[in-house]
T-cell receptor
Framework: DSGVTQTPKHLITATGQRVTLRCSPR?????VYWYQQSLDQGLQFLIQ???????AKGNILERFSAQQFPDLHSELNLSSLELGDSALYFC??????????????FGPGTRLTVL | DAKTTQPNSMESNEEEPVHLPCNHS???????IHWYRQLPSQGPEYVIH???SNVNNRMASLAIAEDRKSSTLILHRATLRDAAVYYC??????????????????FGQGTILTVHP
């Protein structure tokens, strides 16, 4: 158990819908990262927040947005869902903003299926 | 980000050592070498990291070539639980001012390790 929690574990929805994925970082970690893992693209970085502020953006679509709240939990919002958005979404956390000298701790993931 | 190259797959027998290679010929002086693994149906898990010297922890050892153009993750006695995809990742310690690569992990295809009983 990494200490990072993600809800829900599974999500099945239809195209065009909007969903929210939730992540609670490890106690004391200020950085939260979101990653997407699909069969064709592998594991890809989406976005990072540190202490409530956006720190880095990766291959995140405009239909996707995220935020980190004062209690440090984070939500990833996916809208106008397409079949290709079906994937595993992982949240990770770390103590420091860069994590170069520290590890990232990953949650168990949310499996999103868009029908 | 500097690129890494790993074999697609490797096989090992239980209780034997495993050497997982990674080539990173374009590594810069400020790049740290990180290894993560992903067990089936789980999120990635940190294994080890280093800069220039060889490193040991309870999970594995990391051997870094003198020119730093390659490294090897060593599992001293493979168990069935070590069957996973292993990712070798370079992380630039200098980035951060512009914020564009701050903290992200860039995963390649990794090496699928199969451990036979």
């Amino acid at each position: 158990d990494s200490g990072v929690t993600q809800t829900p574990k599974h999500l099945i929805t239809a195209t065009g819908q909007r969903v929210t994925l939730r992540c609670s970082p490890r106690s004391g970690d200020l950085s939260v990262y979101w990653y997407q893992q699909s069969l064709d693209q592998g594991l890809q970085f989406l976005i990072q927040y540190y202490n409530g502020e956006e720190r880095a953006k990766g291959n995140i679509l405009e239909r996707f947005s995220a935020q980190q709240f004062p209690d440090l939990h984070s939500e990833l919002n996916l809208s106008s869902l397409e079949l290709g958005d079906s994937a595993l979404y992982f949240c990770a956390s770390s103590v420091a903003p860069s994590g170069v000298y520290n590890e990232q701790f990953f949650g168990p993931g949310t499996r999103l299926t868009v029908l | 980000d500097a690129k890494t190259t790993q074999p697609n797959s490797m096989e090992s027998n239980e209780e034997e050592p495993v050497h997982l290679p990674c080539n990173h010929s374009t590594i810069s002086g400020t790049d740290y070498i990180h290894w993560y693994r992903q067990l089936p149906s789980q999120g990635p898990e940190y294994v080890i990291h280093g800069l220039t010297s060889n490193v040991n922890n309870r999970m594995a050892s990391l051997a870094i070539a003198e020119d730093r153009k390659s490294s090897t993750l060593i599992l001293h006695r493979a168990t069935l639980r070590d069957a996973a995809v292993y990712y070798c990742i370079l992380r630039d310690s200098q980035l951060g001012a512009g914020g564009t690569s701050y903290g992200k992990l860039t995963f390649g295809q990794g090496t699928i390790l199969t451990v036979h009983p």
